[in-house]
Antibody
């Protein structure tokens, strides 16, 4: 059974870079699926950040595009998120997820979530 | 960008009652509409994909329907474990992927 496991710091300083990694286990990142990052500010709804395909194709939220990079490491079967120039507005729970082709790219597997606080 | 608007924001029901959650889109699209359940402190869980298909392991009391701009998640008889937050999601007109703002199902 495929699982996603997130890692990365829970505290980032203002103007710094938020970096998170999502490791894929029980399956391969070289599939027909897309790998995505989603965030949820405290008490709010879900916001899509962006996604990546195993060939390296990426898509980003228009509101975050200038600050976001999503990359993948096939040798480690994982993908990563970098969000630059963070402010308090970037404080949120960050999730990685798989958009699976066989369920019309719904997000069928999720990481455990990482609470990231932007504060000095 | 397709904007998804969910209604109501909060739905108060007693166990055993029928729940009807609405998701309205700002423009017509076909397929690629999913529903998720989220409980406090947990990641979302996929319930319905492609408008009306139940994900693996999802009880039959959950069903999805709709077309065009109007989509519905129905829980035929609410169980105590169903009280949670529900989101709709579209991937039809992508990027970007968009989510509704959520409906909270609470115990009456």
């Amino acid at each position: 059974q495929e699982q996603l496991h997130q890692s990365g710091p829970g505290l980032v300083k203002p103007s710094g870079t938020l970096s998170l990694t999502c490791a894929v286990s029980g399956g391969s990142i070289n599939s027909s699926d897309w790998w995505t990052w989603v965030r949820q500010p405290p008490g709010k709804g879900l916001e899509w950040i962006g996604d990546i395909y195993h060939r390296g194709n990426t898509n980003y939220s228009p509101s975050l595009k200038s600050r976001v990079t999503i990359s993948l490491d096939k040798s480690k079967n994982q993908f990563s998120l970098s969000l630059h120039s963070v402010t308090a507005a970037d404080t949120a729970v960050y999730f990685c997820a798989r958009q699976r082709a066989t369920v019309r790219f719904a997000m069928d597997v999720w990481g455990q979530g990482t609470t990231v606080t932007v504060s000095s | 960008e397709i904007v998804l608007t969910q209604a109501p924001a909060t739905l108060s029901l007693s166990p055993g009652e029928r729940a009807t959650l609405s998701c309205r889109a700002s423009q017509t699209f076909s397929g690629y509409l999913a529903w998720y359940q989220q409980k406090p402190g947990q990641a979302p869980r996929l319930l319905i994909y492609d408008t009306s298909n139940r994900a693996a392991g999802v009880p039959a009391r959950f069903s999805g329907s709709g077309s065009g701009t109007d989509f519905t998640l129905t829980i035929s008889s609410v169980e105590p474990e169903d009280f949670a937050l529900y989101f709709c999601h579209q991937r039809s007109n992508w990027p970007p992927v968009t989510f509704g703002q959520g409906t909270r199902l609470e115990i009456k």
